[in-house]
């Protein structure tokens, strides 16, 4: 049965990328911006291969020069939301993948669950391709949520993380001549609780942890944990708990960003 469905799998991803090739190439497609403007030479049909969820498929259109400034541009892959030449869903399907299990876990997931495949360098290149729009995303966005919050968690750490040698230049160390094998990146999570269990302890609600992190200092990292705090609700909670370990820079950390924490 295994071989039946995988290969009924395969045979729909073909159908699939026939498809798309079809509705992408059509010549009545309604692209905005399809038209040459003043100065530019149109090239049409221009082939282009893209990944998509069906796998790899190659599409003709329209790619306008412009020799006065030497810069070209394509419509259609601008309509269509492309990155580099990944498709949208193809790049938030190996984004999520690679949060939960990292870039080779998620390449062999992918690849067995999914029917794609993506090698981790590729998805890491997608990862650090989309993550700043991400963020600034993350940063205009607001908590239009209203309800009250009873207790709201910020809790931060640091870990050493091995680096290239250039990375690493120049970096004050704990090795024997001075030198560092690793820089500290510093983490952070911001998660809610509304309930305890039978025993009264706190439970973390569910699905309620959001995350940040960075290899800044830590002034500036406490201005991140705590904008990503504000953006969760920490002007709504009843009460405000922060978690740490002895490290002097964490609750430096606290003192300035959570002054009001329990």
Excluded at 174 to 192: N, P, Y
Aim: net charge neutral; hydrophobic share 40%.
């Amino acid at each position: 049965m295994e071989a039946v469905e995988l290969g009924l799998r395969e045979a729909l991803f073909k159908d699939g990328r026939q498809l798309l090739e079809k509705l992408y190439s059509q010549p009545g497609l309604n692209v905005p911006g399809n038209a040459s403007q003043p100065g530019e030479k149109c090239h049409a049909a221009r082939a282009k291969d893209i990944h998509t969820l069906f796998g790899p498929i190659v599409v003709g259109r329209n790619y306008f020069y412009q020799p006065a400034t030497h810069t070209g541009r394509c419509p259609l892959d601008q309509a269509l939301g492309l990155v580099h030449s990944f498709s949208p869903a193809l790049v938030r399907l190996a984004a999520r993948a690679a949060a939960k299990e990292g870039y080779d876990s998620a390449s062999d997931d992918l690849l067995a669950q999914a029917g794609v495949s993506l090698d981790g360098r590729q998805i890491q290149r997608l990862v650090n391709l989309v993550a700043p729009a991400l963020a600034t995303q993350l940063a205009a966005g607001s908590n239009m949520e209203k309800d009250p919050i009873p207790i709201l968690y910020a809790e931060v750490d640091g870990t050493g993380v091995p680096m290239v040698a250039q990375e690493l230049a120049d970096r004050p160390g704990k090795q024997e001549d001075g030198s560092a094998k690793t820089r500290e990146v510093k983490l952070g999570a911001i998660f809610t609780q509304t309930k305890t269990d039978e025993e009264g302890l706190p439970v973390r609600d569910h699905a309620s942890t959001t995350y940040v992190g960075s290899f800044e200092s830590a002034p500036d990292f406490g201005s991140r944990i705590r904008a990503e705090g504000l953006r969760r609700g920490l002007g709504r909670a009843a009460k405000v708990v922060f978690i740490g370990d002895g490290a002097p820079w964490i609750w430096e950390l606290a003192r300035v960003n959570f002054p009001a924490t329990g």
